[in-house]
């Protein structure tokens, strides 16, 4: 399956379950298309790697679909998160990540500062960095979420993935080194305001 076509799925898993929660049972790939932002030839490019196709005249049953999108993505059953870094970043992920209830859960939070260890964040008492590894092999872990100060990331990626973490999610504003067999997504606010700001620029010399 494309990795673009991957990078949709999370929107298309979004759309149905909008539908569901209304109470929609079935819905056509132009009605789908539209919620997703995307046309309804591409979705339906995207859905037939799944092996689904849409009846002509019927459309797509929601919910089956919406079971076959959440499959793909492997967010069937209850993956174990450990969010390292519980500063006010790490703090509003771990009660967004606790509350989506998406095939996900919180299953440790860790922080090095005195003040943050012992308290409680979304139901769970936050841990001593210095139990890192023994966190995460505890709860067996293979997801993390990295909301740490730059200069002590790559050593917490590095302990990460030697305690058996294979996919990180990092909101850390530096580039970050991982070896083959380990997913790493970045999301750098910094840079994607920027990036708003140069269009921003752009719209503004075309406006004269």
Do not use: W
Not at 81 to 86: A, E, Y
Not at 180 to 189: E, F, P, Q
């Amino acid at each position: 399956m494309p990795a673009s076509t991957v990078a949709r799925l999370p929107i298309y898993l979004r759309a149905l379950e909008q539908l569901a929660d209304g109470g929609v049972e079935r819905t056509s790939s132009g009605e789908l298309a539209e919620l997703a932002g995307v046309g309804p030839a591409q979705l339906r490019r995207d859905l037939s790697f799944l092996g689904s196709h849409g009846v002509r005249g019927v459309g797509y049953d929601v919910e089956h679909l919406q079971a076959q999108v959440a499959a793909a993505l492997g967010v069937t059953g209850d993956l174990a998160v450990v969010i390292v870094g519980i500063g006010n970043l790490g703090h509003a992920l771990a009660n967004y990540v606790a509350g989506a209830g998406k095939g996900f859960r919180v299953a440790a939070l860790v922080d090095a500062v005195p003040e943050v260890v012992g308290t409680t964040v979304a139901g769970l008492v936050v841990e001593h960095g210095r139990d890192l590894e023994a966190i995460v092999r505890r709860e067996r872990a293979t997801l993390a979420v990295l909301a740490t100060p730059a200069d002590v990331a790559q050593e917490l990626c590095d302990r990460l993935v030697a305690s058996g973490v294979t996919g990180i999610l990092t909101f850390v504003p530096r580039v970050l080194q991982v070896p083959d067999g380990v997913d790493l997504r970045s999301v750098d606010l910094a840079t994607e305001l920027q990036i708003l700001a140069f269009h921003e620029r752009r719209k503004d010399a075309a406006r004269g």
